[in-house]
């Protein structure tokens, strides 16, 4: 057993996460388009749903609506590394073609990353009470900074929009990415960590989330600056989670009602999101 789970389930999820970069891989260098970044998107999230059943089956449905909420956390709260992403590739003028590889390797390494991040997180949650309040607290902060800065791009770090071109390198541009994401990664971790303690829960919520970053970028990234109400969904969505983990003592929250209440607030954003792309 590690951290609460078998040998077996820590391989089988880490196969199916080799199997599904694999395919994506080769699905985005034969086919082109945004059709195809569609197709993985999809298949990514029927993969999810998929991990999501097995979960249900083998663990019980509490662990499997826990995964689900993290997924869907994390998934929501990486539109902000789309726009990072977005911010890094105009910086370091980089081709549709390499930017694909420079993700691929910055999805491996977030990988390793956020399973460090998550090993820390849950050991320290563990150890000390008040590590709850400094998550809750980071969290309003986060949600804080996305309304003042008036759109999910304005919280992209000013160093970042001063990157200079690689000239014809890409380690720049993985290191850049490697570094934002684990920095956001100070967001979204503490948000899932409020749904669940549970160290296989967090950490494969968390990677497969992750890991369709490469075909989401691909089917977003021409609409990202359309969706003018994106960082109000998000700070509604940090808000929740944070008042969440803060209340947790007092006030507890089933895990059906924060599913339902985070998967409304992702839903109204998008639909919010298209509208105003269809008024200009």
């Not at 902060?141 to 890409?170: D, F, T």
């Amino acid at each position: 057993m590690i951290a609460g789970a078998s040998w077996g389930w820590w391989a089988g999820f880490h196969g199916v996460v080799v199997l599904l970069l694999a395919a994506d891989w080769l699905l985005q260098d034969r086919v082109r388009g945004r059709a195809a970044a569609w197709v993985g998107t999809a298949a990514m999230v029927l993969a999810a749903a998929g991990f999501a059943a097995w979960i249900a089956l083998a663990r019980g449905r509490q662990p499997a609506l826990e995964w689900a909420t993290g997924y869907t956390i994390e998934t929501s709260l990486s539109a902000d590394n789309l726009f990072v992403f977005l911010v890094i590739f105009d910086g370091f003028r980089i081709s549709t073609r390499r930017q694909q590889k420079a993700l691929t390797w910055g999805v491996a390494g977030a990988v390793l990353l956020r399973g460090l991040f998550i090993a820390v997180g849950v050991a320290l949650l563990a150890r000390f009470q008040w590590v709850t309040w400094g998550f809750g607290l980071l969290l309003l902060y986060a949600a804080w900074r996305l309304l003042r800065g008036g759109s999910a791009r304005a919280v992209v770090p000013e160093w970042i929009r001063r990157l200079q071109p690689a000239k014809g390198s890409l380690l720049p541009v993985i290191v850049a990415v490697e570094v934002t994401d684990l920095l956001f990664a100070v967001d979204s971790i503490p948000a899932v960590l409020a749904v669940t303690h549970d160290p296989f829960i967090v950490y494969t919520s968390n990677i497969a989330a992750v890991i369709g970053l490469r075909s989401l970028y691909r089917a977003l990234a021409p609409l990202l600056e359309r969706f003018r109400y994106l960082h109000y969904g998000l700070a509604a969505l940090l808000t929740f989670v944070a008042a969440k983990m803060l209340l947790g003592r007092w006030v507890e929250i089933p895990i059906e009602v924060s599913l339902g209440i985070i998967a409304g607030v992702v839903t109204v954003c998008a639909v919010a999101g298209m509208a105003g792309r269809h008024q200009e």
